[in-house]
């Protein structure tokens, strides 16, 4: 299927009626948000899941104790008189010169300070110096508080953090080089135009932050995303099970099982043809089957972690059986997903059951010691907190996962859509990846609860039987699948040491691969793009830091070498198989009804299977004998 057209993105800014357009969105937008507003006073709004006593605790304790450290106070004080005569010094020194001030420089990728201005003109570049200066100082004397517990300090320098990004001068119009200038162009039609689209996304948006990521016209589930041909062929109360049809006339015997997350939706690994890793696998050989979770509302919110591994990798291996009369598969695993079929692996394991060949993990923990910035979420008061909102409702929207994903990178997926869509005044630019994210998905109360608490906030998975499923104790150390992991160096979400300290808890041979870029782009990296490359070290030492100093730097995308390894656990080719042929019909075609928030189709009839023919005497004829167990 050919890709969809992706709408461009418009310069409004010259638009001859640009003003009466905006005054009539603000008109309609405005008049829908005094009804809501009024409606909710009414009802009472939904439950708030932020802490707020977790937020403010650790500031209280950084005051309790900077005020029994008055040498840190004094070595704070000492520290601005320094960077303050720096900076007036340097100030004279560039008007002399012509030359920037360069006392401070931003972080590397910041791009709120890409603008010429911001070096060129003496203000603005005093403006971004001096906001630099200080926010340095409020961190350096954070981390000089001693005594001060790392959790609560991590607290204190993230909220920090959240407050500072949001005063920085390219957030206003008149420190902004790029919104005065188009300010004073437009005479401010895009502060008229941004006040609509700022209505707009309160009116059309949901959670607490509600704007516009990517243009929500430009893409669509089934057309341009999610588009690899494949067919629903089993369905439950948590998932469809998706068998894509083949491209190649044989495959490998062993069918693949996508595990995909589900705080987002699957096609993540189906962004059109040129993204698509699922598109990928099929080219390769593979029969592929990815389960598409739903997005649960209230009258799931008893299903549990267990019932995700039991409705989730469990059954849809017991129907991929059905659909291929094949036992032996091969698994991936993405984020979440990966950790679900660690468990599911190690849970098969204490049962005897070897039907998995081997597992990929992409950017999956399971070992929680280290969780970067997301650590700031994780405590009694902020887990408390959030079951209560999910007991009140079910479950937690998954607006409320979003803000705190869009929080660790507050400047590049907040502030940077805040300066565009409302004080430059302009349309979000179509984003595959971002029209993902935006599509979040709600989780059950009774499995987030557990998954917070004992993948998190207690780490017990890597502990021998310190999780029980399905009445069993699981232990990570009995699987003995060969497993492939590949993990992101800059993901903030899944940190790769953590992966890496997780991985080695496995019982089985273990491959590890580090690519570059982020949670998202390290792992959705096509050959044909020749970016990011990746990081190989045959052996696994103990530390993390060893392995990446003795790894192997290689060009390009780390899929073909997957390929390779994947290939000697394959069991064989045969003829492709097509969706429907075995014992399981088709229910609908792909992307499925589970991906457009829609109820499930009604399930056809499971066929039953054939039986043998019988000759003249009645006697069953004897079956063939089933082809021979292919090893890895």
């Known amino acids: 299927m050919a890709d969809k057209p992706i709408k461009k993105q418009s310069t409004p800014d010259f638009e001859p009626n640009v003003v009466s357009r905006s005054l009539a969105r603000v008109g309609v937008h405005g008049g829908h948000l005094l009804k809501r507003s009024i409606m909710r006073r009414l009802r009472g709004g939904p439950p708030n899941p932020a802490s707020v006593g977790s937020m403010t605790k650790p500031f209280f304790t950084l005051t309790g104790k900077l005020a029994t450290q008055p040498d840190t106070l004094l070595f704070a004080q000492m520290r601005l008189l320094k960077d303050t005569s720096l900076f007036w010094s340097g100030i004279l020194a560039s008007g002399i010169g012509k030359k920037p001030l360069t006392v401070a420089e931003p972080e590397p990728g910041d791009g709120r300070f890409r603008d010429q201005a911001w070096n060129d003109v003496i203000a603005f570049n005093a403006l971004k110096q001096a906001y630099l200066l200080s926010t340095r100082w409020l961190m350096d004397t954070i981390d000089d508080v001693r005594d001060l517990d790392d959790h609560d300090r991590r607290k204190v320098r993230f909220f920090t953090s959240q407050m500072t990004d949001a005063l920085a001068p390219s957030n206003f119009v008149l420190s902004n080089p790029e919104v005065l200038r188009t300010t004073v162009k437009t005479r401010g039609k895009n502060l008229l135009r941004g006040l609509a689209n700022l209505l707009r996304d309160l009116d059309e948006g949901k959670g607490p932050m509600p704007f516009r990521m990517s243009d929500p016209d430009a893409f669509e589930v089934g057309d341009n995303l999610a588009n690899t041909p494949g067919d629903v062929v089993f369905q439950n109360d948590l998932m469809q099970l998706i068998q894509y049809r083949p491209t190649t006339e044989t495959v490998h015997r062993r069918p693949l099982l996508v595990i995909p997350p589900w705080i987002n939706k699957y096609y993540i690994l189906d962004l059109g043809e040129k993204k698509s890793f699922i598109r990928y696998w099929v080219e390769q050989g593979h029969t592929v089957f990815v389960v598409s979770w739903v997005n649960p509302g209230p009258e799931l919110a ?331």
């Open 302 to 632: 008893h299903k549990t972690f267990e019932d995700y591994m039991l409705e989730g990798p469990v059954a849809a291996m017991d129907a991929i059986e059905q659909a291929t009369g094949e036992r032996e598969i091969n698994t991936v695993g993405y984020c979440i997903g990966g950790t679900l079929l660690g468990c599911t692996l190690a849970w098969l394991a204490a049962r005897g059951d070897d039907r998995v060949k081997s597992a990929t993990f992409l950017n999956s923990m399971m070992d929680f010691s280290e969780v970067g910035d997301l650590e700031v979420f994780i405590d009694e008061d902020s887990i408390a907190k959030i079951e209560k909102a999910m007991n009140k409702q079910g479950y937690l929207e998954g607006a409320s996962m979003a803000t705190a994903f869009n929080m660790l990178r507050a400047n590049s997926l907040i502030w940077s859509f805040f300066v565009n869509n409302y004080l430059l005044g302009r349309d979000t630019a179509p984003f595959d990846l971002l029209y993902w994210n935006s599509d979040a998905t709600r989780m059950p109360a009774a499995m987030h609860s557990f998954y917070l608490r004992n993948m998190y906030l207690n780490n017990r998975l890597r502990e021998p039987g310190g999780i029980t499923l399905a009445g069993t104790p699981i232990d990570l150390r009995k699987v003995k699948s060969p497993a492939y992991f590949a993990s992101a160096i800059e993901d903030h979400i899944a940190p790769w040491i953590s992966c890496y300290k997780g991985a080695r808890n496995l019982g089985g041979p273990l491959r590890f691969v580090l690519g570059g870029s982020g949670h998202i782009a390290g792992i959705i990296n096509p050959p044909e793009k020749k970016k990011y490359g990746y990081r190989l070290n045959e052996d696994n030492p103990a530390n993390p830091e060893e392995w990446l100093k003795g790894a192997e730097q290689f060009e390009g995308s780390w899929w073909p070498d997957w390929v390779a390894w994947a290939e000697q656990f394959g069991g064989g080719k045969i003829k492709a198989r097509i969706p429907g042929e075995g014992n399981l019909p088709v229910i609908e075609p792909a992307p499925g009804a589970y991906l457009r928030n829609e109820p499930a189709p009604p399930s056809p009839a499971v066929r039953k299977r054939r039986q043998p023919q019988r000759g003249k005497s009645g006697s069953a004829k004897q079956k063939t004998p089933s082809p021979e167990k292919v090893t890895q």
